[in-house]
């Protein structure tokens, strides 16, 4: 997996999910989950594989899912330093 600057290079944001969902022996009460990854916006291809992932393997049924996202650095925030300097 490459490394997250790459990633962040690449186009990835940093997005955080807020999961409500129901447990599975009292459906009244509500649990949350909070899940965080790098992702790409606004497909979301991470946040989709871990929610089906969800479904398939967990019991507690979904309720709501909130999606934050933010592009934390991109390529032309990123500068190549003309000099450099060396301390002793």
Not at 49 to 72: M, Q, Y
Request: aromatic fraction near 12%; charge should be negative.
């Amino acid at each position: 997996m490459p490394s997250s600057l790459l990633r962040q290079l690449s186009g990835y944001g940093l997005t955080t999910a807020h999961i409500l969902y129901r447990l599975p022996d009292h459906p009244a009460l509500l649990q949350t989950f909070v899940w965080q990854e790098y992702d790409l916006a606004p497909d979301f291809p991470e946040l989709n594989r871990f929610l089906d992932f969800w479904k398939r393997e967990i019991e507690g049924p979904l309720h709501s899912v909130k999606v934050a996202h933010h592009g934390v650095i991109s390529a032309a925030e990123m500068r190549v330093a003309s000099t450099l300097y060396a301390l002793n």
